[in-house]
């Protein structure tokens, strides 16, 4: 496997650290513009995706159902803290060059 450049590293990196604000926005525009491109950058948005994918409409339907019971937003915020802390392990590994995939649903074959 070809190590990546640092420049590369870092903007994986940030791809992964930036989706905790545009969730999987960041992710499908950075695959749209890479993919064919780098496949460096189109793998981790893959990853970016699955993540996304997989907690989004879990963390909607709790939130939609904690306005009926109230342990309900406890789990949705505890959902948030898990998908931060992937997150953060996800831009460790890529600033090490070592390749990560989230413990997620795997819709984006990576």
């Known amino acids: 496997m070809k190590k990546e450049s640092l420049l590369n590293r870092i903007l994986a990196s940030l791809m992964h650290l930036f989706s905790l604000l545009l969730t999987f926005f960041l992710p499908v525009l950075v695959y749209l513009i890479s993919k064919g491109r780098n496949d460096y950058f189109a793998d981790h948005a893959k990853e970016g995706m699955n993540l996304h994918f997989t907690f ?3 963390f909607l339907t709790l939130t939609f159902l904690s306005t009926k019971y109230s342990i309900l937003s406890t789990l949705s915020y505890l959902l948030i803290i ?12 890529t600033l090490k060059g070592k390749k990560y995939s989230y413990p997620v649903i795997k819709y984006f074959n990576v």
């Open 56 to 58: 989004f409409p879990v």
């Open 82 to 93: 898990l998908e931060t802390i992937l997150i953060l392990i996800a831009v460790i590994y």
